[in-house]
């Protein structure tokens, strides 16, 4: 148990036995000596290193990337780019029964784009602090959980762990723009079936102590696009059924819908998983104008 990183939210623990239960794993395995707990962690700055930053992540590098490790594994690997520039890889170690189902451990290689200039050290840097905390941009989602699978699956062979099921892992891309160019390809595929997959671990919560939280569920995203349409009018007048009033009849429904679905988690009725949570994500409203007040808001 490592301390790796912490950047404001985004701070992890790695936990190297992380799915030894999964995979009925009984020997315990040695603490990892200071030196391959070095390299553990240079291995992971190698990741968090390459600018997988949506709009345009740098997936040549992270594929290279895996690939290198996966050889130094003897996994086997494949690239599958279902969309051309967006490759997903896939690792595999043969289980000893090839009738039984596999296990998929998932993680997406793209993150969330990040302004340098607000942060207190670069996010592709990875720089380690004197406390051994590690800021990178993806270090908490999600890069951190595909180098513990990595890390695990490291000291498993190490220890002369062989798997009865097959275990995948999966390195996809997109994830961070709704996956329809990776795993939403990849699950409607015939490699996938061929796969036979049982049992997929997939992005959770980090944890900053020694609890490793399970979580289980499903959530489907439902886009809404809300388009209030209503009359015309100069910016320096007051008047009916403007297209503003209108679109607030919707917000303002829907914010009594999440207020109330809010309130059962806050309450303790209900777990975060459990309620439909609702968020505005975008708002785009008015025409620029010299008039008065007719664009008050944008990417609210
Ligand atoms: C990451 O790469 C993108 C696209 O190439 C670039 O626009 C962005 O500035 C880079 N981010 C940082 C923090 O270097
Ligand atoms: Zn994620």
């Known amino acids: 148990m490592e301390k790796l990183c912490n950047f404001n939210h985004e701070f992890i623990i790695v936990h190297l036995l992380l799915f030894a239960s999964l995979l009925s794993f009984t020997n315990p395995t040695p603490s990892p000596t200071q030196d391959e707990q070095s390299q553990i962690i240079s291995r992971f700055q190698e990741y968090l290193r390459i600018n997988t930053s949506q709009p345009s992540p740098d997936y040549k590098k992270s594929t290279q990337f895996i690939l290198t490790l996966a050889e130094s594994l003897s996994l086997e690997t494949q690239v599958i780019e279902f969309v051309q ?142 388009k209030a349409t209503g009359a015309p009018g100069h910016g320096a007048k007051l008047y009916d059924n403007s297209a503003m009033e209108n679109l607030f009849k919707s917000i303002e429904s829907i914010r009594r819908f999440r207020a109330s679905q809010f309130d059962l988690v806050k309450a303790g009725l209900k777990g975060e998983g459990e309620v439909i949570s609702v968020n505005m994500a975008f708002l785009k409203a008015g025409t620029p104008s010299p008039t008065l007040m007719q664009n008050p808001w944008r990417n609210g």
């Open 85 to 226: 520039g967006k490759p997903l890889v896939i690792l595999k170690w043969p289980g000893s029964d090839l009738s039984l189902p596999s296990i998929l451990l998932n993680s997406h290689t793209d993150v969330v784009p990040s302004e340098s200039s607000k942060w207190d050290y670069h996010p592709f840097g990875a720089h380690i602090d004197e406390n051994g905390n590690i800021f990178a941009r993806g270090s908490q989602d999600m890069k951190c959980v595909g180098m513990q699978y990595m890390e695990a699956v490291r000291r498993l062979k190490a220890s002369g762990f062989q798997p009865k099921r097959s275990l995948y892992l999966s390195f996809v891309p997109d994830e961070e723009i709704g996956g329809h160019d990776g795993l939403e390809k990849l699950a409607q595929s015939d490699v996938f079936k061929n796969m036979n997959v049982d049992i997929i671990l997939d992005e959770g919560l980090a944890s900053p102590n020694e609890n490793y939280r399970l979580f289980y569920g499903e959530r489907t995203p439902w886009w809404l696009v809300i």
